[in-house]
């Protein structure tokens, strides 16, 4: 299970970012660590992979799809689904790390020129719509 955080600023973009395995824009999110909670390890993903502290303000669903099927690099393959939270910054700048070459908030009219994950499309279009919680 991953856990995604959907945080936008108090313009309303949302916070994104580039990952280097595979160059798309992304929400911040990650792997559960033992002994956290879904929302701790949104909370973390977002702080690790962008720079920027989060707190979550609400829930924007579990998206399972039995055609995402996630392979890594040392065999491991399986089913994908994750839980998004939404949230707004409390601290910190939008930073480049080992994860992520590129960190932004990106204005809702601007989001067609990112190379977005059609999966993260569905959650961003969902958070815009008002349509959540989503769960599917």
């Known amino acids: 299970m991953a856990c995604n955080l ?71 393959v399986r089913q994908q689904y994750e839980n998004t939270y939404i949230g707004r910054p409390i601290s910190g700048e939008p930073t480049i790390n080992d994860e992520a070459d590129g960190v932004a908030f990106v204005a809702p009219a601007d989001l067609d020129e990112y190379d977005i994950h059609p999966r993260m499309r569905q959650q961003i279009g969902d958070f815009l719509s008002g349509c959540y919680p989503y769960l599917g």
């Open 6 to 76: 959907l945080g936008t600023d108090d313009q309303g973009a949302i916070l994104l970012q580039r990952r280097r395995d595979t160059g798309q824009w992304a929400l911040p999110g990650g792997a559960m660590d033992v002994g956290e909670t879904a929302a701790d390890c949104a909370i973390r993903e977002c702080q690790e992979e962008t720079g920027i502290t989060a707190e979550i303000t609400g829930f924007l669903g579990v998206y399972s799809n039995p055609n995402h099927i996630v392979a890594y690099t040392d065999g491991e």
